[in-house]
Nanobody, 121 residues
Framework: QVHLVESGGGLVQTGDSLRLSCAAS????????MAWFRQAPGKEREFVAA???????VYVDSVKGRFTISRDNAKNTVYLQMNSLKPEDTAAYYC???????????????WGQGTQVTVFS
């Protein structure tokens, strides 16, 4: 069992940066593929980025060059550094975990409660 807790969301202006954190419980964090998804009101949950246990990363096209996913296995934490934020990035951001390879589908086994990111122009 893995328990995930996100933090770092907030209200920012266009062009600002935020860093989201996801703290995971459990002693096998380094074995998990970790991902960030987001969901805006009235929209489906959308894949944002993922990082495998080996450190391989995958991003949705709309955030490439602006967002960076990373992990610190010693701290059982995954991060999402978000730069050059846009109003269309506004959403609840969710951390997710699974065993196995990265996936852009929401077929992850464990999910956090989410943290809100709001970007105003």
């Amino acid at each position: 069992q893995v328990h995930l807790v996100e933090s770092g969301g907030g209200l920012v202006q266009t062009g600002d940066s935020l860093r989201l954190s996801c703290a995971a419980s459990g002693r096998t964090f380094s074995s998990y593929t970790m991902a960030w998804f987001r969901q805006a009101p009235g929209k489906e949950r959308e894949f944002v980025a993922a990082i495998s246990w080996r450190g391989t990363t995958v991003y949705v096209d709309s955030v490439k060059g602006r967002f960076t996913i990373s992990r610190d296995n010693a701290k059982n934490t995954v991060y999402l550094q978000m730069n050059s934020l846009k109003p269309e990035d506004t959403a609840a951001y969710y951390c997710a975990a699974k065993i196995g390879s990265t996936s852009v589908l929401p077929n992850y086994d464990y999910w956090g409660q989410g943290t809100q990111v709001t970007v105003f122009s």
